[in-house]
């Protein structure tokens, strides 16, 4: 057997097994994994309070304070005052006649509390819509940290099998200039070589992507990320412990309802017209003083604003069945993210203990078999190939277990 040749078996194997990702996992357990869980909580701390959306709902809470000027109000209305002059002809009266009214509008119907009740309930539904923003970056995070982990481990992978797939094509190029090869051959390592260049190239894009979406979400430069971080377990204690009824977005629907029911007992209460104090005060023709008071109260016959009440109702009643629903597909989608990530726990565990082994051992024998010139370049290739779509299959296995943690950090608005 020429030299050249075994060289080229030789090291393309040895760099072959470098890439394999499985020997380079670390156990979730480990003591590494719960610092990188510690780091990944710390993460998610810092977008609560730095995320766009985080900063834009607090703006919106800020502004929605103003809305508590209303429940301070008076319940008095804009005092009006009317001045009136008067003169008889043909010399029935002496002088002008003078008579002033003040009219104090009094709101004694409860509208000032109900103002009072409907601010508040406002300001509180700014409050749950930060808390529900709060959910939404952390989950963000996951995502982002989550492609970001991968993305390296991935392209860690693909420059080692991007190396050995060169390595490979230049020795086989000796070999074509030695008659030892083929040209075919030459070209299909060129071919493999080119295949997982295309490929680290695409995943170097999804990294800077991924650290985009970190840094945007931290309002910061995004942090380097360790390819030995395993997703958080989704234990049936933590699903036990989550109650539907305070998950943010619960939590703001619930707060919406309250705030178009304070609203629509505001504009009900508003319909009721404010009793009218009058003080009258004048001077008659013949110089004299006239004082009086009254009372005047329109009657709510025609316009009491229940158009406006009813649609206040209706918001209400809409938020509570959005509530209703929302609740009921949460607690269905936490139990099939448990489901789902038990599963593909179970897929990567055979990936990791059956199906790469046997993949390695495959290469081996091929490898062996082209080493003794017993078989085509094109055999090696394919088992190769079969070896890397393997390895990579469990990272993107791995970065569907992301997905789900984050689906489960939008729906509680904590880490598991």
Not at 56 to 65: D, G, I, N, P, Q
Not at 242 to 261: G, N, V, W
Not at 281 to 293: F, I, K, M, N
Not at 372 to 399: I, N, P, Q, T
Request: hydrophobic content about 45%.
């Amino acid at each position: 057997m020429p030299k050249l040749q075994i060289l080229s078996s030789v090291l393309a194997w040895c760099a072959l097994a470098l890439a394999c990702p499985v020997l380079r996992a670390e156990d979730a357990g480990s003591p590494g994994a719960a610092d990188g869980r510690a780091a990944l909580r710390a993460l998610i701390d810092a977008a609560k309070q730095n995320a766009p959306e985080v900063s834009l709902a607090r703006a919106s809470l800020v502004s929605s304070r103003a809305a508590l000027e209303n429940g301070r109000l008076a319940p008095f209305g804009n005092p009006y005052l009317e001045v009136t002059a008067e003169r008889g002809s043909k010399n029935v009266t002496q002088d002008v006649a003078l008579n002033g009214t003040l009219w104090l509008p009094v709101e004694v119907s409860g509208q000032r509390q109900s103002r009072g009740r409907e601010a508040q309930d406002f300001v509180r539904l700014h409050a749950a819509l930060v808390e529900q923003a709060r959910a939404r970056a952390a989950a963000r995070l996951v995502r982002a940290y989550g492609s970001s982990l991968v993305a390296t481990e991935r392209a860690a992978v693909l420059s080692e099998l991007l190396t050995s797939a060169r390595a490979e094509a230049a020795l086989i190029g000796e070999r074509v200039k030695a008659g030892d090869a083929i040209e075919p051959d030459a070209s299909l390592a060129a071919v493999e070589a080119a295949r997982h260049e295309v490929m680290l190239a695409e995943t170097r894009a999804q990294l800077l992507r991924a650290r985009g979406e970190l840094s945007e979400v931290l309002g910061r430069d995004a942090p380097e990320t360790t390819s030995k971080v395993a997703p958080p377990s989704l234990s049936s204690g933590d699903f036990r412990a989550i109650k539907l009824d305070r998950t943010p977005q619960a939590r703001a629907l619930s707060a919406e309802a309250h705030f178009y029911s304070s609203a629509a007992e505001r504009w009900r209460r508003e319909g009721q017209s404010p009793l009218g104090l009058m003080l009258v005060a004048g001077r008659g023709d013949l110089g004299e003083t006239r004082l009086g008071a009254g009372l005047a109260y329109a009657l709510p016959a025609f316009r009491t604003n229940r158009p406006e009440s009813a649609r206040a109702l209706a918001e209400s009643t809409r938020a509570m069945t959005e509530r209703r629903v929302q609740q009921s597909l949460a607690g269905k989608r936490l139990q099939l993210i448990a489901l789902e990530q038990e599963q593909l726990s179970r897929a990567i565990a055979t990936l990791t203990t059956s199906a790469l082994p046997a993949a390695q051992q495959a290469v081996s024998a091929v490898q062996e078999t082209y080493a003794a010139g017993k078989a085509e370049l094109l055999a090696v290739l394919l088992s190769r190939r079969e070896l890397s779509a393997l390895s990579l299959r469990r990272l993107e296995l791995l970065e569907q277990n992301w997905l789900l943690v984050s689906e489960y950090v939008e729906i509680t608005g904590q880490l598991p």
